[in-house]
């Protein structure tokens, strides 16, 4: 299975972004017509840059989610976003969005682990105080692999990586906007050690660059180094800097081949 994994550089405006994707989309699938999925990086519709605004959370029944449906299905390629969404509850979480090549569109997994931060030199973040939490992993399916869900931080805790490693799912999921600090010193570490710890495939799209609000003059900074993970922790695929794209091949025989050498699964004892 062939997935590409785009980078992005979201604003705070929905109108802008959603053009971006649905533009990265034919780039894609023009380049290489055989991708049977596109995961976008967390805050793919709506990355707040204004600190004080309250964020814009995508309804289930807004026209976006229509555009993208129609696109999907034109393409006939799997959508995977990662935004701010109102739920059926009327809550608004941070979540990730499948829309299938046949244009349902299921919410997959609502963000555990939200970033309550205040690093050095750095005003806090707290996501807390705009998202409630999620309580549950997530696993879904698409032709013959299977995928576990997260988002961002998430990456920082094993044990949800631990619960998708118990079902063997083939590739986990990491769309993100980390900070460039943090970036810096733990990205690539934490998912080479998910991928090698889980023995599967590591796919983390993430936003990049420096993100400025189209109402302010205020800004915000990414780190970007979009990355696809071999199940062996070796680094398949790199976009470091600017926004596009790349594709990675998921292999059943490459799974097979690590999991036979080094048999963690007949090992486990927790």
């Not at 204004?50 to 959508?79: F, G, M, P, R, T």
Request: charged share 20%; with cysteine.
């Amino acid at each position: 299975m062939k997935i590409a994994l785009a980078q992005l550089s979201s604003t705070d405006d929905v109108a802008t972004n959603l053009d971006s994707i649905l533009k990265i989309v034919d780039e894609i699938m023009g380049a290489d017509p055989l991708v049977s999925l596109i995961v976008f990086p967390e805050n793919t519709l709506y990355f707040r840059i204004v600190a004080a605004e309250k964020v814009v959370a995508i309804d289930l029944q807004s026209e976006v989610w229509s555009a993208l449906q129609k696109k999907a299905q034109q393409k006939k390629v799997n959508l995977h976003l990662t935004t701010a969404i109102l739920d059926t509850d009327k809550k608004v979480y941070n979540a990730s969005v499948l829309i299938r090549e046949n244009g349902l569109v299921e919410v997959l997994y609502r963000k555990v682990h939200l970033f309550d931060m205040a690093l050095s030199g750095q005003s806090p973040i707290r996501e807390s105080d705009s998202f409630e939490r999620g309580s549950v992993a997530s696993v879904f399916q698409i032709g013959d692999f299977k995928f576990g869900s997260s988002i961002c931080y998430d990456l920082r805790f094993a044990e949800l990586y631990a619960s998708y490693a118990a079902q063997e799912v083939d590739a986990i999921l990491v769309p993100a906007a980390f900070l460039v600090k943090t970036g810096q010193a733990h990205w690539e570490v934490l998912l080479r050690a998910r991928a090698i710890e889980s023995q599967c495939f590591v796919l983390a799209p993430a936003q990049v660059g420096t993100h400025r609000s189209v109402r302010s003059e205020d800004q915000r900074e990414t780190f970007g180094h979009t990355l696809g993970i071999g199940p062996w922790g070796e680094i398949l695929t790199l976009k470091a800097e600017g926004v596009g794209f790349v594709i990675v091949e998921l292999s059943q025989q490459t799974l097979k081949a690590v999991r036979t050498q080094i048999p963690m699964k007949s090992h486990r004892r927790l």
